[in-house]
C-alpha cells in the first residue's frame, strides 16, 4: 500500500514566478525507507514540508499529495500529529520544553491522552533510544547529538506511521550522525515506520535505503535502488554523480564494467579486487604552500561560561598564519564554537592571551541567517557595499543571480549560506572565521566554496573553520585540528591527520585502509588506481578582486548632514536632562507642564534629526468589504462588552471584577469561534496573535518606570492595521489582563482591556475601509487623537464609575480636566512610537503575512 502519492505537484513560494517544484510524480511505498537527494536549491526541503500539511510553506500549489488514499489537506490537525511526524534541521528549532521528560510527554500531552498512557510510552520510547541516562536533566545541557535525538524519540513517542526528517545530521558530529542514522535504521526495520529523508550525508544513508530519489532543479530526475541510481547516474554530468557516496564515485571513475558498489565494505571488497588485478601508482605527495607570519596566536587560553560552571577551553595554545587555511574538528560541545567567539573578541577568556594583530575579522555564524536583514537578497547585500562592480564579482562568486529578488527566509540552507558568505567577503576581512560553512551546501559548491576560500588565500586572508564535514576538511585545508574535551589533542596536515584516525575519518580511508597506504580521499584512491591526478584547485582571480578597504559610494550612500548630527546630539542631550529632572536626580522647581516639555521637546528634535520626514509609503493592502466575523465582532464589541462592564460594576459593585474580565475577555474570543468550523483559522494566526501580545506586554513592562510613557497602544495600532479588526482588538485586550499580573489586577481591568482592544478594532477597520493610511504621519495623528478621545475618556469615565462619584456634568468635566495632562503626555507617547516603529514593525509583518499567507 502507498503511503503517500504526489500526483503533478507543482509548487513556487510567494512573490515568485519560479517553481521550486516542477510536475513531481511518484509515490511512496508503506514501510520503505526513501532517501531524497539533490543540489542545494533543488526543492528538497519544500517537498519534505508539503507532505506535513502543518509545516508546509504558503504560495502557489497544484497538483495531488494523498496519504493513504486520502488528500493530504483533509486529514485533521489531531490526525497529522499522529500520523505523521517531522524532524527538522536544528534540534534547537523543536525542542519546546526544559527537561527531557517533559519533552517526551509534551506531544502525548497535546493529543489528550491519560496519564498511564503517557508514562508508559515515555518510559517505553525512553528505552528504546537509551535516554534513560539524562530522562531527568535540563534540555540546555544536552549536546547537539542528544538534542536530535530526543526530537526523534519525542516525534517517535506519538507512533507516527510516517517519519520525516530534514537533514536532521547536518549539525551532528560524524560519530553522533552515525549513532542517529542507525537508530533510523531500527525504526524502519524494527517497527515498520515509512521513513522519508533528505540528507547531503549519503556514504551512510543510501546502504539502507530501499529507494533513492533524485531531484534536479525542482524535477525528479531518478527515483530507484541505490544500486540502480549509480548505475542511472553514471551517464551525467559530475555535480549529480557528486551527491552519492565515495565507494560509487570511485567505480565511475576506475572501473564501471563490474557492479557499482553502495557501502563501504561492498567498496573494500571491488577495490581489493581492482588492486590485485591492476598495477597501482604510487600516491603523490601532499602540497601545503608555504604561508606567512602568525597573525591569530593563542596563548594558556581558559574559558567557561560562568564561575561555577566547568571549563570549555582548558589550557589552549596554537597559532594560524597569514593566507593560512585552518580546520577545526571535534565532537558536538567540545568547545569550537567557543574557540572561534574567543577569538574574535565576542567572548573573553578568564586566563591567557590572544594576539589578532588588530587585524579584521569577520564571523560567519553557525546560523547564517543571523547576517542577512532586507526584504531580498540583494537589499541585504547593499547593506555593506553597494558599488554595482563589487556587487556583481560576490553575486558571481557565490551564485547567486537566481535569488536576488528572493526574501533571505526564503532560502534553503545552502542558499542561505552562500547568501550569507557573499555579504561577509564584501566586507573585506583580514581573518574570516567560518563555523560550519559546509552544511547544507551539495558537493558541487562546496568545491566552489573552496576556490573562494583559495581566492581569499592568495590575497593574503587567513581562513580558520570549524566543521563536521570530513570529506571537506580532507580535501581542502592546510592544517587539521582536533578539539577534544576543550584541549587541543591532534593536528596536522589533512593527509597526515586523517591516515591515522579511526572514527573522525573519510569514507574513503575506511575504503582503502590496508589496501592503499595514506589515501584518504577519493582523489587520492583515483589517482592509485589510474594514474589520474585531481585537478589543482585554483581561486577565482579573473572576475573576483579582493580589496583592503570595502569601497564607499557617496552618490548611493549620503552621509547624514552636519546640522542633523547637530541637532541629533543637542536633542539627546536634552532628553537626558529632561529625564533626569522627571526622576528628580537633578532637581529643580518646575510647574508640571514644564517638566512634561524637557521631554517633549527633545523628542520632537530627535524626531526631525533621526528620520526621514517622508518615507516610500508602504504597500496599501486592504479589502473594504467586511467579512460576516467583521460585523458580528463589531456589535459583540460595541455592544455586549460595554454592557457587560456596567452590569459588574453596578450591581457586583467590582467584587467580581476577575469575573468580569474573564466575561470581556471571552466576548473578545467569541468571533473567532462562530464560523471555525468554516474558516478553519490555522495555528500559526494565532501564533501571530499571542507573539504580539507578548511584544506589547514586554513593551509594557520595560516603560514602568515611566507610568504614562507606554507603547501599548501604538503597538495595539499597528497590530490592527496589520492582521485586522478582531486581532487588534484581541492583541489590546489580551495584553491589558495579562500585564496587570506584574502591575495589579483591579477593578479597573475590564475598563483597560476594553479601551486598548477599542483602539485596535477601530485601527483595523478604519485601515481596511480607507479611511486610514500606513503613512508615518497619518498613524502618528491617529494615535494621538484615540488616545486622548478614546482611551482618555474611557478610563476618566471608568475612574468615577468606580470611585461612587455622582455622576454629574460638574464631576464629568472635573474628572476630565484633571486627566487631561496625562492623557496628552500618553497620546505623545504613542504619536513618538508610532513615528520610529510603525514602518518597520508593519514592513516585518507585511513579510509575515505574505510568507504564511496571512491577509
Given amino acids: 500500500m502507498e503511503a503517500f502519492t504526489i500526483r503533478n505537484l507543482s509548487f513556487a513560494y510567494p512573490e515568485t514566478e519560479v517553481d521550486v517544484l516542477k510536475d513531481i510524480n511518484f509515490s511512496v511505498i508503506e514501510g520503505e525507507f526513501l532517501t531524497v537527494c539533490g543540489a542545494s536549491g533543488s526543492g528538497k526541503s519544500t517537498l519534505l514540508r508539503l507532505l506535513k500539511p502543518s509545516l508546509a510553506p504558503h504560495g502557489r500549489l497544484s497538483g495531488e499529495i494523498r496519504f493513504h488514499e486520502i488528500g493530504i489537506n ?44 503517557i508514562r508508559r510510552r515515555v518510559a517505553e520510547t525512553a528505552s528504546f533510544f537509551g535516554i534513560e541516562q539524562y530522562f531527568e536533566s535540563d534540555v ?110 570511485i567505480w565511475r571513475a576506475v572501473d564501471t564494467s563490474s557492479d557499482c558498489p553502495v557501502t563501504v565494505a561492498q567498496g573494500r571488497e571491488w577495490l581489493r579486487s581492482c588492486v590485485s588485478t591492476h598495477d597501482t601508482y604510487p600516491l603523490y605527495p601532499e602540497i601545503i ?93 547593499k547593506e555593506i557595499d553597494d558599488s554595482p562592480e563589487r556587487l556583481n564579482q560576490v553575486i558571481s562568486l557565490c551564485e547567486l543571480e537566481e535569488l536576488l529578488e528572493r526574501h533571505p527566509f526564503d532560502l534553503s540552507g545552502g542558499e542561505t549560506q552562500r547568501a550569507a558568505l557573499a555579504k561577509l567577503l564584501l566586507a573585506s576581512p583580514d581573518i574570516i572565521l567560518l563555523d560550519e560553512p559546509t552544511k547544507g551546501i551539495d558537493s558541487g559548491f562546496k568545491e566552489r566554496f573552496a576556490a573562494i576560500i583559495n581566492t581569499l588565500l592568495s590575497f593574503g586572508t587567513t581562513v580558520v573553520m570549524v566543521s563536521h564535514d570530513v570529506e571537506f576538511c580532507a580535501k581542502y585545508p592546510h592544517r587539521c585540528l582536533m578539539l577534544f574535551n576543550g584541549e587541543l589533542v591532534a593536528e596536522g596536515s589533512p593527509r597526515e591527520f586523517f591516515s591515522t584516525n579511526s572514527f573522525y575519518v573519510t569514507s574513503s580511508r575506511r575504503m582503502s585502509k590496508g589496501i592503499l597506504e595514506n589515501t584518504v580521499t577519493t582523489e587520492d584512491i583515483i589517482y592509485c588506481c589510474t594514474g589520474e591526478k585531481p585537478k589543482i584547485l585554483s581561486g577565482i582571480n579573473n572576475d573576483f578582486h579582493y580589496t583592503e578597504k570595502p569601497p564607499e559610494n557617496p552618490e548611493q550612500k549620503p552621509k547624514m548632514p552636519v546640522w542633523k548630527k547637530l541637532t541629533a546630539l543637542i536633542g539627546c542631550l536634552s532628553l537626558i536632562f529632561g529625564i533626569l529632572v522627571n526622576i528628580e536626580i537633578i532637581k529643580l522647581s518646575l510647574p508640571f507642564w514644564a517638566n512634561c516639555l524637557l521631554v517633549a521637546v527633545p523628542l520632537v528634535i530627535l524626531m526631525i534629526s533621526l528620520s526621514e520626514l517622508t518615507h516610500r509609503p508602504l504597500e496599501e493592502v486592504r479589502s473594504s468589504r467586511l467579512s460576516k466575523r467583521t460585523i458580528v465582532s463589531t456589535v459583540m464589541i460595541l455592544l455586549a462588552i460595554p454592557v457587560t462592564i456596567f452590569i459588574g460594576t453596578t450591581y457586583l459593585k467590582d467584587e467580581k471584577f476577575l469575573f468580569i474580565s474573564l ?16 474558516r478553519k483559522p490555522q495555528p500559526r494566526e494565532l501564533v501571530i496573535i499571542a507573539v504580539m501580545c507578548a511584544i506589547v506586554i514586554a513593551g509594557r513592562s520595560a516603560f514602568a518606570p515611566f507610568p504614562q ?22 492583541v489590546g485586550a489580551v495584553t491589558m489582563l495579562v500585564s496587570n499580573i506584574y502591575f495589579g489586577q483591579g477593578a479597573w481591568t475590564p475598563w483597560q482591556m476594553f479601551a486598548a482592544g477599542i483602539i485596535g478594532f477601530i485601527a483595523g477597520i478604519l485601515f481596511q475601509k480607507g479611511f486610514l493610511r500606513r503613512s508615518r504621519g497619518a498613524l502618528c495623528v491617529f494615535g494621538f487623537i484615540v488616545t486622548v478621545m478614546i482611551y482618555g475618556l474611557i478610563m476618566n469615565f471608568s475612574t468615577i464609575i468606580l470611585t461612587r462619584v455622582p455622576i454629574t456634568w460638574e464631576s464629568i468635566i472635573s474628572f476630565y480636566t484633571q486627566g487631561l495632562p496625562f492623557d496628552l503626555i500618553h497620546a505623545f507617547s504613542t504619536a513618538v512610537i508610532l513615528f520610529f516603529a510603525a514602518e518597520p514593525m508593519l514592513a516585518k509583518l507585511d513579510r509575515v503575512k505574505t510568507k504564511y499567507g496571512l491577509y
Fill in 663 to 678: 466575561i470581556v475577555l471571552l466576548e473578545c474570543m467569541l468571533p473567532f469561534f462562530l464560523i471555525f468550523e468554516g
Fill in 74 to 117: 483533509e486529514l485533521s490537525q489531531r490526525q497529522e500529529c499522529k500520523k505523521i511526524g517531522f524532524v527538522q534541521q536544528s534540534p534547537d528549532n523543536q525542542i519546546v520544553t526544559d527537561k527531557v521528560w517533559h519533552e517526551l510527554a509534551f506531544g502525548l500531552e497535546s493529543l489528550g491522552l491519560k496519564n498511564e498512557e
Fill in 289 to 381: 604552500p608555504p604561508c606567512g607570519d602568525a597573525v591569530i596566536s593563542l596563548k594558556n587560553i581558559w574559558f567557561r561560561y560562568k564561575k561555577d560552571s566547568p571549563d570549555v577551553l582548558k589550557n589552549l595554545s596554537f597559532h594560524v598564519r597569514k593566507g593560512e587555511f585552518t580546520a577545526i574538528l571535534g565532537g558536538n560541545g567540545a568547545g569550537k564554537s567557543t574557540l572561534l567567539s574567543v577569538v574574535n573578541g565576542t567572548l573573553m577568556p578568564y586566563s591567557g592571551k590572544i594576539n589578532t594583530n588588530k587585524l579584521r575579522i569577520a564571523t560567519l555564524p553557525q546560523n547564517p541567517q543571523l547576517l542577512l536583514s532586507g526584504n531580498t537578497v540583494i537589499d541585504s547585500l
Fill in 709 to 730: 510613557i507606554k507603547p501599548v497602544l501604538a503597538l495595539v495600532i499597528i497590530s490592527g492595521v496589520a492582521f485586522g479588526t478582531e486581532s487588534g482588538f484581541m
Fill in 140 to 249: 540546555t545541557t544536552l549536546s547537539g547529538g542528544q538534542k536530535q535525538l530526543l526530537n526523534l524519540a519525542s516525534v517517535m513517542a506519538m507512533q507516527p506511521e510516517v517519519l520525516i526528517l530534514d537533514e536532521p545530521t547536518s549539525q551532528l558530529d560524524p560519530i553522533a550522525a552515525s549513532d542517529f542514522i542507525a537508530c533510523l535504521h531500527r525504526i524502519n526495520k524494527e517497527l515498520g515506520v515509512t521513513v522519508i529523508i533528505s540528507e547531503h550525508r549519503t556514504e551512510e544513508l543510501l546502504p539502507i535505503s530501499d529507494r533513492v530519489l533524485i531531484l534536479d532543479d525542482g524535477a525528479v530526475l531518478s527515483l530507484d535502488t541505490p544500486l540502480h541510481t549509480g548505475e542511472n547516474l553514471s551517464s551525467c554530468d559530475d555535480r549529480l554523480f557528486a551527491l552519492l557516496p565515495s565507494a560509487m564515485r
